[in-house]
């Protein structure tokens, strides 16, 4: 438990370091990224410190919470994020002009309800991290954990960007209208499978450095695991595939029309993303980070390309999300074939 405590105050000031360096990275560069992202307001920009710094927070209990075997608190924390987020941007959409303050005071409004919660229960039950604040244990457990800040870190960062980099780069091709659609496509596949992700994960973690503590095998809990997930998934990413065009259009309008076809194009790309991100967390916990840093360079890369020759070929939105979709579900079925490897590797080799 000690231990444990170090190591969340270590992620504490982990985060706080990151926050100072994006902040003056932003001050230094603020020309050049606003140039390159098309982007007219300068100032908002500096409110992505302040977002990363809370979305590392917020992780940092995570964490601690799944230690605890404690699944439904982040899970309840995640429901807080996007309730607060979606209702806040939907009562200010409509009431003020700048619509991008309204997106973006919503993107803060639900991380800070999520991170409210989390701060709540995380001192309502005694948790003292003052208590057992210990620097000379806070070095060694960084030293004995380096490879998460060495790979962990740039895995999620480079995540992220290869995530958010579509709409970025469609920005510089397309009109705003159809950057609208694609994102709103997104943002309705995300919003409910990331939920579901994030609860699978984090238990898939907490079971396998269980079963890695005791010596056992991961084959079976990680193929049922596989099973169970295409199983939730293959009906509603089904009735999307076929209908989502229509559903969206009845439910939004039909000026959302392409927006309910890009949903459609994207299924493959949610249904391997599904199945497989939940269970990625087996090279964190086997200490293979390296794996999946290797694999998240390419991805990034070839999201990159298709979005950007696309845009330069002047491909159609439906044409360039088609190529993105099925070569997406193609890197996937890459780490599960690597998530395999390791898994069926003798539990000795793991161990070692």
Known sequence: ????????????????????????????????????????????????????????????????FIREKRFSIPSISRTLFYSGMVGTQFLLFFTINEKIIALLTGLIAGQIFSLLFLIITFFKEGNNIFLYINFNRIFKEAKKFKKFPLFSTWNAGINTLARNLPPILLNLFFTKAIVGQFYIAMRLMNIPLNILQSSVSQVFYQRVSELLKNKQPLKQFFNTTILKLGAIIIVPLLIVFFWGESILSYILGDKWKLAGQLTSILVPLYFFRFIISPVSVIFTATGKQHFVLVWQIAYAISTFLCFYIGGNMNVSIQVISSIFSWTSAGFYLIILLLQRKIVLKIPEKIYR
Do not use: C, Q, R
């Not at 100072?20 to 307001?41: D, G, R, Y």
């Open 1 to 64: 438990d000690k231990k444990a405590i170090n190591l969340f105050i270590l992620s504490s000031g982990l985060s706080t370091i990151f926050t100072i360096v994006l902040l003056i990275f932003f001050l230094l560069f603020k020309t050049t990224i606003m140039s390159f992202l098309n982007f007219p307001e300068f100032k908002i920009l500096f409110f992505i410190p302040l977002t990363a710094f809370i979305e590392a927070t917020i992780n940092t209990f995570h964490y601690w």
